[in-house]
């Protein structure tokens, strides 16, 4: 009896064998894997795609903007001045350093937590550099053809182009602020602890002044345009929230720029002025340990 009496119109004994066919062959991923390859672990396949890289710049920029708007706040402290600690005047922000060098203390040897924390963000910022190369590369082949015109090219890359220049400024703008204000090489006058000293011997040079207030603004384009966008690559991006979004992102941007420009403007206009006569927090740690 013929096989096709019983099948579904349409269907042939062609169309079962092809079926056959596609089901021995087995389920069809994205990335193809030959017979007896490894396939590579879960987390690495899903960053190897688009997705993944945006995913991981959306992460590793919210550790960013989580670490900008955290450490320019405690540097808000600078603008309390001093106060009174073991019966001696002392810089607020001092103690404020002190603090995160002795965070997890006794758990941790001092400073070992403070340092994890910079190795987290270190490899945030070295994670968000790769995401962001691995999908202009990708953009390139997906689009070899050149915008038709200047203006669909302006209109069309202007974020993308400024986020790009403005990530360099930034990311040369940290390895010089861990110089000056971290390691110290970079400010002859350096002590180390001593924060507010650090400060004021470092931003009233007119020079490394400017500096900061021109890579804090680059700072500031590269928050709006990346808090704006990262809703978007974690596919938060309902046209309903447009504006919400904008404002968010204009604000936090706008907040840390004026906030971290404010420092080298007052240390210029001598509001920020390091006193010789403050004791400082070393000091008064080692009269008390003894």
Not at 145 to 172: C, H, P
Not at 207 to 221: D, E, K, S, T
Not at 233 to 252: D, E
Request: hydrophobic share 45%; glycine share 10%.
């Amino acid at each position: 009896m013929p096989v096709g009496r019983f099948l579904p119109n349409g269907w042939s004994p062609c169309s079962l064998r092809t079926m056959s066919q596609t089901l021995r062959r087995g389920p069809v991923s994205g990335t193809a894997v030959g017979r007896g390859a490894k396939r590579k672990p879960f987390l690495l396949d899903f960053y190897s795609t688009a997705v993944g890289k945006k995913y991981v710049m959306a992460i590793t920029g919210i550790i960013g903007i989580g670490f900008v708007v955290s450490h320019m706040i405690g540097n808000l402290k600078v603008y309390i001045g001093t106060v009174t600690e073991g019966g001696q005047e002392v810089y607020d922000i001092d103690i404020y350093g002190e603090f995160l060098r002795d965070i997890l203390v006794p758990i941790l040897p001092r400073t070992v937590f403070l340092w994890i924390l910079r190795g987290v963000l270190i490899g945030a910022v070295l994670l968000h550099i790769h995401a962001a190369y691995g999908l202009t590369v990708m953009n390139r082949k997906a689009r070899p053809v050149k915008y038709q015109s200047a203006r669909d090219y302006e209109v069309a890359n202007f974020a993308s182009r400024t986020m790009r220049w403005t990530g360099i400024i930034v990311v040369l703008f940290i390895l010089w602020h861990l110089a000056d204000l971290t390691w110290g090489f970079a400010n002859p006058d350096f002590v180390r602890g001593e924060v507010y000293r650090n400060l004021d011997a470092s931003l009233s040079r007119i020079p490394v002044a400017i500096l900061y207030i021109v890579a804090n603004i680059a700072l500031g384009i590269h928050l709006f345009h990346g808090t704006w966008s990262l809703f978007q690559s974690m596919g938060w991006n309902n046209p309903k929230f447009n504006q919400w979004r904008k404002a968010l992102a204009a604000g936090v941007a706008t907040i840390v720029v004026v906030g971290n420009v404010s420092f080298p403007i007052m240390t210029l206009a001598g509001v920020i002025e390091f006193d010789p006569d403050v004791t400082s927090v070393h000091e008064l740690h080692e009269e008390a340990s003894e």
